[in-house]
Structure formats: structure tokens, C-alpha cells
């Protein structure tokens, strides 16, 4: 929520595709990164399912849909990480803890020094850090498709 999609009024949750709304330039930017060579892969904090106000059969729907979607676009997403726990919990993937980061490297043997992670908060931020990621921020005023493609130019003048 925030990176991908609209985020919701604090304290409510994306609970149906109903509710999901991409966010202007968010399937351009992975479709950018995709033709780029980049892996694609979400780490999402689902706190909702902690509270009882979603179930993960609802978060895989919801993701199912999503991935759809992206199929249809022309993108796909090598893997979806999520954090079903509370606030409270203490476990090692809810962000800002790096885990889900820690574990894509796991699964697909990355570098996270040479791994872009985007998010959209301070958590988000303290994550990649704590990964030792290459990390960036949307922000109201700069969008997904705004950071990747100034990634991306900054890449292409390493190579050049």
C-alpha cells in the first residue's frame, strides 16, 4: 500500500480487490524494470490478518488478482513476501525488521548490496538498510515510475 496500490485511511486495510486501486505509473514502472533484466518481488506488512480483519485465503486472492493483472500488462512478479503479524508480535519479517528482504536473498541468491528496495515509509526505509539494500522512497510527490526511472537513467550512464 503506498508503493503499488492507494494506501487506505490509517487503520484499514486493502481487504478485496474491490478495494485495490494501482497507483498512477506503478504498472509502467514494474513493466521498466522488467524489460530492464530487474527481478520483481512485493514484501508487504499484512498486520490485517493479525487483527482478525482479513484472512490470508483473502491476502492470496487479492494477490492472485493483482498478479493477473500485471500478466495482462505484460509484467510478472518472481515472488510476493508478507508479514501476516501484528505490531506487537516481535517476529522478524514484519518491516521495519529486514526478514522477507533476507529471505528473497535466500530464495533467489541476490546481492542485496546491488538490490533496489522501494518503499513508501520510514519502516520500509529501515528494512532495506538493515538489509544492507540500495534503498528508495515513493513519496506523494514522487511516484514509483518517478524512482525507477531515475534508477534506471542512473544505471544506464554507469554502464555507458
Not at 79 to 102: E, Q, V
Not at 103 to 125: M, N, S
Request: overall charge negative; glycine content about 8%; some cysteine.
Amino acid at each position: 500500500d503506498g508503493v503499488l496500490n492507494e494506501r487506505p485511511p490509517r487503520a484499514h486495510y486493502v481487504r478485496h480487490w474491490e478495494e485495490f486501486q494501482w497507483l498512477p505509473g506503478a504498472i509502467e514502472a514494474m513493466r521498466q524494470l522488467r524489460s530492464a533484466g530487474y527481478k520483481l518481488m512485493l514484501c508487504t506488512n499484512q498486520s490485517g490478518i493479525a487483527r482478525g480483519v482479513m484472512t490470508e485465503d483473502d491476502l492470496a486472492r487479492l494477490h492472485s488478482r493483482m498478479k493477473d493483472e500485471l500478466a495482462q500488462a505484460g509484467v510478472t512478479l518472481d515472488a510476493i513476501y508478507y508479514c501476516p503479524h501484528g505490531w506487537g508480535d516481535g517476529c522478524f519479517c514484519r518491516k521495519p525488521s529486514p526478514g522477507m528482504l533476507f529471505q528473497a536473498q535466500r530464495d533467489f541468491h541476490l546481492d542485496l548490496t546491488k538490490t533496489l528496495f522501494i518503499g513508501d515509509d520510514e519502516r520500509d526505509q529501515e528494512a532495506g538498510e538493515a538489509a544492507g539494500c540500495m534503498t528508495d522512497l515513493v513519496l506523494s510527490q514522487r511516484s514509483l515510475l518517478n524512482v525507477v526511472q531515475e534508477y534506471l537513467s542512473k544505471e544506464a550512464v554507469k554502464t555507458s
